[in-house]
């Protein structure tokens, strides 16, 4: 889309808008006859001009050609709405009761702000993370805030052009699962949610949102680390299985702007 403005120099004159009404040819003298006498009456010879307005449409010549004719076009860049998503871990490998930390960067580096009745929004799938570890404690967010449940974490947060905002949380390494702990963070902004879960809504695909396939930055990050089968050295938390994980954290929601909050 581009504004485009040409100004040039019309050829028309106003002497080119003017008509001349001219008289009729008849002129000299017109007899008048009475029962008495004759007499002889003058006629002046009149010119009536009348001046017509301007066109209302003045369109830019074909061939635009300086110095006569000058164009202007201006680019209109319509304002983008966008965040970038960064996910780090705190560690590359762990063993059986280690700890390990993620911690997922939003920022708003769109043109236009995102508002608590229209904010920026991501999914955290950690889906292939439960199989090998338990979450631990409740996460925390720098703003904002969301939910955990049936393996996502969702947060939705106001976010200015510019501003960021950081969620952390914590797992703790188990056995019984694939020994990688793997988990995909990517953007929702603007999805639909289910009404009974609050889930965001995979726009094409429906149902829960679900991974890209193609994740790349800066709308989906990824973090991957090995979980040793190995024991650590200080006790873990017990552990009964993946359920164990499943249902802490459908009792993990948050309240707007105060982060995430135990139920």
Sequence with gaps: MALTNVAFQSNRRWSSLI????PSRTSGCRST???VSRSFRPIRRTR????????????????????????TTTPVVPP???????KTASSA???????????VTVTNDGDVPFTATDPASFVDDLSGVLDDATLSGVPNASSGGGFVRDGRLVWSGALGVGETATISYTVVAKPGGDRVAKNVVF???GWSTDPVTGIPTNPILGGPATPPLDCAAPSCATTSTAVSLLPDKKPGLPS???DLGLGLLASVVVTA???????
């Design 48 to 71: 009536r001009w009348s001046i017509r307005p301007p066109p209302t449409t003045v369109t830019p010549p074909v061939d635009c050609i300086a110095p006569t004719c000058v164009t």
């Design 187 to 189: 953007d929702t902004t």
């Design 240 to 242: 009964t299985g993946s």
């Design 257 to 263: 702007g105060l982060g995430f909050a135990a139920l």
């Design 33 to 35: 006859r009475s029962p």
């Design 19 to 22: 008509r001349a009404i001219r």
């Design 93 to 103: 490998a762990v063993s059986n009761g280690q700890t390990l930390t993620y911690t």
């Design 80 to 86: 983008v709405k966008s965040i970038a998503i960064s």
